[in-house]
């Protein structure tokens, strides 16, 4: 089982950067991939980055690639989204998951955090 807690969202300028954490509870976090999820109203879930356990390995969403950058450190079973050059377009409900497989697909994930409103002004 595990458990986690997204922080690190709010309201900034277009062109701003944020830094979302998500912290980790429960065993072995190392052991699994995390990603980051966003979703907003209307919309499905997106896909925005992926980190395997050890953080060598990461991929990226198409909307993410060039801006933002997934980091972990298992140390402090905490998962890191650095956020730049945001767009009125990202904002949206930012999701932290955890994965058994380095997977991309929302329904492979079972576990998620309660989500961190992310909002950018014009």
């Known amino acids: 089982q595990v458990q986690l807690v997204e922080s690190g969202g709010g309201l900034v300028q277009a062109g701003g950067s944020l830094r979302l954490s998500c912290a980790a509870s429960?065993?072995?976090?190392?052991?699994?991939?995390m990603g980051w999820f966003r979703q907003s109203p209307g919309k499905e879930r997106e896909f925005i980055a992926l980190?395997?356990?050890?953080?060598?390995?990461?991929t990226y969403g198409d909307s993410a690639k060039g801006r933002f950058t997934i980091s972990r450190d298992n140390a402090k079973n905490t998962v890191y989204l650095q956020m730049n050059s945001l767009k009125p377009e990202d904002t949206a409900v930012y999701y932290c998951?955890?994965?058994?497989?380095?997977?991309?697909?929302?329904?492979?994930?079972?576990?998620w955090g309660q989500g961190t409103q992310v909002t950018v002004s014009s």
């Open positions: 980190s395997s356990g050890s953080g060598h390995s990461t």
């Open positions: 998951a955890a994965a058994t497989w380095f997977r991309s697909r929302p329904d492979e994930y079972a576990y």
């Open positions: 429960g065993h072995s976090f190392s052991s699994y991939a």
